[in-house]
């Protein structure tokens, strides 16, 4: 058996899938987050992807007033089965790895978030 290098976490998140990592214009994708790691996911979503494929990714983690968004930089989609995307977290910036690392560290180990009936994301955020 294969055990992973950082622990995986049970989550409920919006993420948005982007072309690259330097331009929100070109966004390919959106879907929910299901299991994340300081780097790594399982995403499931309507999208079109293949394996070995890079891109850039928004997640939005809770916040106080509103949902924080962070940046994967770049992230490769390792596998593809069903609708569900697993992606390895190449690069980010270490004020973004810092907040991911805080936000997972909130999990007791055996605690995972419990979906809500409101995921964090853009179509929840007050303007």
Known sequence: MELRRYPRKT??????????????DYVIGDGRVFNLSLHG??????TNMKAGQQLGLLLFLPGEDMPFRIRINLAVVRWVEDGEVGLDFVAMEHEAEAHLQAYLDT??????QQPSEKPYGPANVSA
Not at 11 to 24: N, P, R, T, W, Y
Not at 41 to 46: I, V
């Open 107 to 112: 999990f007791p180990d055996s605690v995972s």
């Open 11 to 24: 989550v409920f998140l919006h993420g948005i899938l982007l072309k690259d990592a330097f331009s929100e």
């Open 41 to 46: 996911c399982k995403l499931f979503g309507d």
